[in-house]
């Protein structure tokens, strides 16, 4: 089966090979090809081929906060009247302990999602962005975070 995905046609066994590189991004090509029905350099042809059309984007390392001291995460709805959406991102990139943020629809205009390791560290993060707006925050009890995406 082809899809046809930005400007590259993808075939079933690129499809196959994302599915691996989801479920961990450090598996070797080799393994790719045993589990996809490839040779090792064509599965590393095609793995170079889609990170040039932009399939995929990087690779990275998923820390455990807990283990690292950073214990409380929230996620923090913010509107602004004061500031325009790229005085809005300046602000967020800006902050350290902002991990994610999210343009967004509805009644407020981001979502930023904040990891810290004290009650008081996130009450200045809130107290900040309530400078330039309003905000709503809810702390997070557990996540999902890995969860793969079927593609094919």
């Not at 996809?36 to 170079?48: D, Q």
């Amino acid at each position: 089966m082809k899809k046809t995905l930005k400007s590259k046609e993808i075939d079933s066994l690129d499809c196959k090979i994302l599915t691996e590189l989801q479920k961990n991004a450090r598996i070797s090509n080799v393994e790719i090809g045993r589990r996809v029905g490839l040779s090792a350099p064509a599965v590393g042809e095609r793995i170079t081929k889609l990170e040039k059309e932009g399939y995929v984007e990087g690779y990275r390392t998923i820390l455990n906060m807990e283990k690292l001291g950073f214990t409380i995460q929230a996620l923090i709805s913010f509107k602004s009247e004061k500031l325009n959406h790229d005085e809005m991102l300046k602000l967020v990139k800006n902050i350290p302990e902002v991990s994610e943020w999210y343009a967004i629809t509805g009644s407020f205009c981001m979502i930023v999602k904040v990891i810290v390791p004290t009650a008081r560290q996130l009450e200045s993060v809130i107290t900040k962005l309530g400078q330039y707006g309003d905000t709503s925050t809810s702390l997070v009890l557990s996540n999902s975070s890995s969860k793969i995406i079927k593609i094919d």
